[in-house]
């Protein structure tokens, strides 16, 4: 199991797994200080307005969220030994999908059936 890991994982998909999560990390954070910023900042006629960036920040952060939460995931397969390999069919997610996206769950096969399990 180990000798099909080590070959399925290229040290270039390891690397983009973590730039991944350099990412979402620093998309967060931004987001994370405009909240405090509106807080700070907030006046009756600027409510509304301070509102609508309350709500954008919230949708940056829950998307940052389950990004990371998906990256964070793939880090733990990586640890567990379980990374790359497909989590419904069990076959070994190709390089070149791992490298577009590296916190892959799937591989392209069961991605497409989980996609239309869940739009059903
Ligand atoms: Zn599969």
Same mark, same amino acid.
């Given at each position: 199991?180990?000798? +099909?890991?080590?070959? %399925?994982?290229?040290?270039?998909? %390891?690397?983009? $797994?973590? /730039?991944?999560? =350099?990412?979402? &990390?620093? $998309?967060?954070?931004? #987001?994370?200080? *405009?909240?405090? /910023?509106?807080?700070? *900042?907030?006046?009756?006629?600027? =409510? %509304?307005? !301070?509102? !609508?960036? /309350?709500?954008?920040?919230?949708?940056?952060? #829950?998307?940052?969220?389950?990004?990371?939460?998906?990256?964070? /995931? !793939? $880090?733990?397969?990586?640890?567990?030994?379980?990374? #790359?390999?497909?989590?419904?069919? #069990?076959?070994? &997610?190709?390089?070149?999908?791992?490298? !577009? +996206?590296?916190? %892959? +769950?799937?591989?392209?096969?069961?991605?497409? &059936?989980?996609?239309?399990?869940?739009? +059903?």
């Amino acid at each position: 199991m180990n000798f +099909l890991i080590d070959n %399925a994982l290229s040290p270039r998909v %390891a690397a983009g $797994l973590r /730039a991944a999560g =350099h990412d979402v &990390i620093a $998309l967060t954070l931004p #987001g994370l200080e *405009s909240v405090d /910023a509106d807080r700070s *900042s907030v006046t009756l006629s600027d =409510h %509304a307005d !301070a509102m !609508a960036d /309350a709500e954008r920040s919230n949708l940056v952060l #829950g998307n940052s969220r389950t990004l990371l939460e998906q990256v964070n /995931a !793939a $880090l733990q397969r990586l640890d567990d030994g379980t990374y #790359g390999f497909c989590q419904r069919c #069990g076959k070994p &997610i190709g390089e070149r999908r791992l490298e !577009a +996206l590296p916190y %892959a +769950l799937y591989d392209l096969e069961c991605q497409e &059936i989980v996609e239309r399990e869940t739009t +059903l």
